[in-house]
């Protein structure tokens, strides 16, 4: 796959889930009892995900600041059950199960609103070939750079998620279960088919510390 | 640590010589009520079950509400909610089989007195050791209980096991959407003193998870460390502030299941007036990393029952203790480890009237020390360590054939290895062994009847079922 296709198929992609979001929920908008009901939610997602979607353990992913249409995406395959990795399938199953419309797109909203959490410094040498990869891909490997789906910055664009900050373990973990296909996600089979797991390791260390 | 091991202190009934020979564990557990009621894999609240995650503490402390299934609901004229109850009761089974190897056969007891050199069979197997129903999840919202009826086949009898029905509020504050500072208060309905409690160092849910019955139990344990399970009832509150601190306050009163009723002489051990419990702990989570210190306690007052009244003078025993937990969740390794130090100081001016005691006070310590490891929940084992250490006295812990003391100490220590794997993450199939290097206050001959304390060490098999 190289870069213009990468950017073709982003391209489909966030046209299809913006059609999909719909309009942003307004806090302003909600009765008193829907406001409740999202702050008890929320309460429930912090058990795991941590206060303001900031998560300690690397075991639950930082929803912090991530974009709306990824946790929309998100939370519906796992409602609908058609994201299965392991972890998936421990916990988000059940807790995604009796979530409706609007409170998904309520509660992405919310995460995407919470500020971002700070980078965390690790291997210098490590994080520079991350960098190298996120940015220019591994043209040996037909490896397109993951900066043109989700931003220079890493700050996610649509569907695509934010991965800057996120927990080294795991992204590891998102990125060897995708390709062994545990996690559907058409795009990133095709991207990510033959990078290997130094590789990956190298590119989450980066990922981390921004 | 779930022993529970019978204090000999009134004499040398042959009843009592059951119970502590019989023993001497109640398990403990996590049930899959919890997860019919979450849809969410053991593995959210537990490292290994019935030890609790990070989540799983916190699910516990939020009053076992947590609920992903269609509820059945109800509102009244102002659109208050006045029911939401669960569409499928979280109902669940436990069932225990077990074996029981002692390294030298333990004494025939008899029916009318033991049988001078006789022994009893050894290589008991129990089935089931026992069997429990449990409703375990939501009640309303932010009321939920945790419930267990078993059945104990060594004993041959069904009742009411631990329970815990809590009430949880949740409050934040200090910001909106930071959510800078949020806290749980609660209330705790309970049986158990500790069996509220959601560190895996406290006793009704300490190491081991789980041990024989039919080998012989210590002649001596704290009053907070097993003896007054299922016999108090005690309500409680409870805070935890910013996933970091926790408060609790209980006071227990008795609730004897069983026997005469008022309460009266035939019972034995039973609380005096209210029994104040307290108990506070400090978390702190990195990475993949937990670690909590804390300290809780109890000061009992006790009739010593028994053929005794159950009024007058009382005894009176004042349980500090302190514990810490470490635990790491990785994809791959857990590890744990737990420790407990529980001081107690006994006045005992009911039992020297009673002459169930010689000393006025005494005084019994209790450590325990235990290293967990599991790799991906699927197989794994534990290594710890116990001792208990206390005055001596001549009444309370008198000779008698396998249960007593020769020296009249309470003093006992050893170790526990155990294995574990788990085809299932609700399925575990146990091997664990029991090594004594002291039992009642000796080495060799601590009975006074020729018993050595390593012939106490009992190898013990285990087919743990939760479904």
Redesign the interface.
């Known amino acids: 796959m190289n870069l213009n296709h990468a950017a073709a198929i982003m391209s489909a992609v966030v046209c299809m889930v913006g059609q999909l979001h719909g309009a942003e929920v307004s806090a302003d908008a909600m009765t008193d ?1 829907q406001r409740s009901a999202l ?2 939610t ?3 997602c ?3 995900h941590g ?2 979607g900031r998560s ?4 639950f992913p930082k929803l912090a600041a991530q974009t709306a249409p990824y946790l929309e995406l998100q939370l519906h395959a796992f409602k609908d059950q058609t994201r299965a990795d392991p972890d998936a ?3 988000m ?6 979530l409706n419309d609007a409170s998904i797109t309520e509660l992405a909203v ?1 995460f995407s ?2 500020p971002a959490t700070e980078g965390k410094g690790g291997n210098t040498a490590l994080i520079a070939q991350g960098k190298q990869i996120f940015v220019e891909g591994v043209p040996g490997r037909q490896i397109p750079a993951c900066a043109s789906c989700h931003g220079a910055q890493a700050q996610g664009n649509g569907p695509f998620p934010r991965l800057a900050g996120q927990h080294a ?1 795991y992204l590891l ?1 998102q990125l060897l279960v995708i390709q062994s296909v545990l996690r559907t996600a058409p795009v990133m089979h095709g991207v990510i088919k033959d990078l290997n797991r130094d590789q990956m390791q190298a590119v989450v260390a980066y990922l981390e510390s921004i | 640590m779930t022993f529970r091991p019978i204090v000999f202190e009134h004499g040398f009934s042959k009843l009592l010589a059951l119970i502590a020979l019989c023993g001497a564990i109640t398990p403990s557990w996590a049930v899959p009520s919890f997860a019919r009621q ?4 053991c ?2 609240c537990h490292t290994v079950f019935p030890e609790l995650t ?2 799983g503490r ?2 516990k402390l ?1 009053g076992y509400v ?5 509820q059945v609901t109800g509102i009244d004229v102002e ?1 208050n909610q006045t029911l939401s109850l669960n569409s499928i009761p979280p109902l669940s089974v436990m069932v225990q089989v077990t074996y029981t190897h002692t390294a030298k056969a333990l004494p025939d007891l008899g029916s009318a007195g033991a049988l001078t050199g006789a022994l009893a069979k050894d290589g008991e197997v129990l089935f089931p050791d026992q069997v429990s129903l449990f409703y375990a999840g939501k009640i309303a919202n932010e009321l939920g209980a945790f419930m267990q009826l078993t059945y104990d086949g060594a004993a041959d009898h069904f009742g009411l096991d631990n329970t815990d029905i809590r009430y949880a509020h ?1 409050l ?1 504050f200090g910001g909106s ?4 500072h ?1 806290m749980i208060v609660g209330l705790t309905l309970n049986n158990n003193p500790t069996v509220q409690d959601v560190w895996n160092t406290t006793p009704a849910w300490g190491f081991p998870f789980s041990g024989s019955r039919v080998a012989p139990g210590q002649i001596a344990s704290a009053q907070i460390d097993g003896r007054l399970g299922q016999s108090v009832a005690g309500i409680g509150v409870y805070t935890w502030f910013d ?1 970091h601190f926790y408060a609790e306050i209980t006071a227990y009163t008795a609730a004897v299941p069983g026997g005469n009723h008022p309460l009266d002489s035939t019972q034995s051990n039973v609380a005096h007036g209210l029994s104040p419990y307290w108990r506070f702990a400090y978390e702190q ?4 990393h937990s670690i909590s210190v804390g300290t809780y306690g109890m000061d009992t007052k006790v009739h010593p029952g028994n053929g005794t009244a159950l009024q007058g003078v009382t005894d009176r025993f004042k349980d500090i203790a302190a514990d810490a937990q470490y635990q790491f ?1 990785g ?1 791959d390794h857990l590890a744990t480890v737990l420790a407990t130090y529980i001081h107690e100081s006994q006045t005992l001016d009911a039992s020297v009237i009673d002459l169930f005691a010689t000393n006025a006070t005494n005084n019994l310590k209790t450590f325990k020390l235990t290293g967990e490891y599991s790799y991906r929940r699927k197989i794994g084992g534990s290594l710890g360590y116990f001792n208990t250490t206390g005055s001596a006295d001549m009444t309370l812990y008198g000779a008698a054939p396998a249960t007593g003391s020769a020296n009249n100490s309470p003093n006992t220590n050893g170790y526990i290895a155990e294995v574990n794997y788990l085809p299932w993450l609700n399925v575990k199939l146990q091997i664990q062994y029991v090594g004594y290097e002291k039992f009642n206050g000796l080495k060799l001959n601590y009975d006074g009847a020729g018993r050595n304390a390593s012939d106490n060490n009992t190898l013990y098999g285990l087919v743990w079922l939760n479904y």
């Open positions: 009892a702050q008890k929320i309460e429930t912090a058990a795991c206060s303001s300690v353990s690397p075991t399938q421990a916990y199953w059940g807790m995604a199960s009796q919310y609103k919470q373990p973990k | 979450t849809g969410m894999a593995a959210a990070p989540f916190e699910f939020n947590l609920d992903n299934i269609k659109n949740h934040s959407d930071a959510n800078d949020h996933d989570r990195w990475d993949r969740i994809e």
